[in-house]
């Protein structure tokens, strides 16, 4: 079955600090792979995507990640957390068939 | 600007009472979709529909009813059987009836039951 597992429910920084969230899935078919950014009380708007083709993906606000299909992993980093990116982050799964498959979240705080 | 619009964004309901959520979109996409979400849980899918008047269940979809007699409009009716409705509910549209692609949320709708 696909899944998808996002290692700590919570990550803080500080300002400036590396942000790194983890992100593994499952899939028996070759995925698309997303990662979706929530503010308190809104929905979920997209930061970025892998489809196919060039394995590291640059997003909004200075986010990336690199899907590694030996590790079937894709983490989220950004170079240097600002006060703003504190919200919780979502790593979904599409294998097909009309299901993303959402991870639990995990919420970064970002330190002064 | 094109979006995804839920309506009401907070509602609160007697236990028995059926209430039914909005969700409109001008995006002019094929499919769309209902989400709930409970703290610590993700997003776990109710019902999505792929065209006008066809819709499919999802994960959860126990306690809830949709229709699509519109392509922008897919409202969800919470009934007085679900037994645990409390919880923050998000509609969703994709462009591409195949795989789902990047998915467009609205601002979701808070639900408590009382």
């Known amino acids: 079955a696909q899944s998808v597992t996002q290692l700590g429910s919570h990550v803080s920084v500080s300002e400036g600090a590396l942000v790194l969230l983890r992100c593994n899935y499952s899939?028996?078919?070759?995925?698309?792979l997303f990662w979706y950014v929530q503010f308190p009380n809104q929905g979920l708007q997209l930061l970025l995507k892998?489809?196919?083709?060039?394995?590291l993906v640059k997003g909004i606000n200075g986010f990336e990640a690199e899907f590694k299909k030996s590790e079937t992993s894709f983490h989220l980093t950004k170079p240097s957390a600002h006060m703003s990116d504190a919200a919780e982050y979502f790593c979904a799964v599409d294998t097909g068939g009309f299901k993303t498959i959402f991870g639990a979240g995990t919420r970064l705080f970002v330190k002064a | 600007d094109g979006g995804i619009t839920q309506s009401p964004k907070y509602l609160f309901r007697k236990e028995g009472q059926n209430v039914t959520l909005s969700c409109e979109q001008n995006?002019?996409?094929?499919?769309m979709y209902w989400y709930r979400q409970d703290p610590g849980q993700g997003l776990r899918l109710i019902y999505y529909?792929?065209?006008?008047?066809?819709?499919q269940k999802g994960d959860i979809a126990e306690g809830y009813s949709v229709s699509r007699e519109k392509k922008e409009s897919f409202p969800l009716t919470v009934t007085s059987a679900q037994k645990n409705p409390t919880a923050f509910y998000l509609c969703?549209?994709?462009?591409?009836?195949?795989?789902?692609?990047?998915?467009?949320f609205g601002e979701g709708s808070r639900l408590t039951v009382l």
């Open positions: 529909s792929q065209i006008v008047n066809d819709f």
């Open positions: 995006l002019n996409h094929d499919a």
């Open positions: 969703a549209s994709s462009k591409d009836r195949g795989r789902t692609g990047e998915l467009f």
């Open positions: 899939s028996s078919v070759p995925p698309y």
């Open positions: 892998y489809t196919t083709g060039a394995t």
